[in-house]
């Protein structure tokens, strides 16, 4: 999740960086004003995932439990603008 991580990578690989757009919370909040409405289900599913985690857990094991909270934080947090994605073109 580190950008000189990435950088490096691309470099070790042979490729050079054409353009890198960062995706902020503009798209998050564009499908909650339209008809996803994703993150504000997200924010659902963390309440209740909260509410019902030992029978969660029981049902489908603690590292699906956590893998799923985790992607449902990742969506909230990238509309709140602590988390940030990113689209990269590269060439050879």
């Known amino acids: 999740m580190c950008r000189s991580y990435f950088d490096n990578a691309f470099i070790a690989a042979g490729l050079s960086l054409v353009e890198a757009d960062l995706l902020a919370g503009e798209w998050r909040e564009y499908g909650e004003e339209t008809e996803s409405k994703m993150t504000s289900k997200q924010m659902l599913r963390i309440a209740r995932m909260r509410r019902d985690r030992e029978r969660l857990i029981a ?33 050879r």
């Open 59 to 91: 049902e489908f094991g603690e590292k699906s439990y956590a893998c799923e909270l985790a992607n449902c934080h990742y969506g909230v947090y990238q509309m709140l603008g602590k988390l940030s994605a990113s689209i990269y073109t590269l060439a």
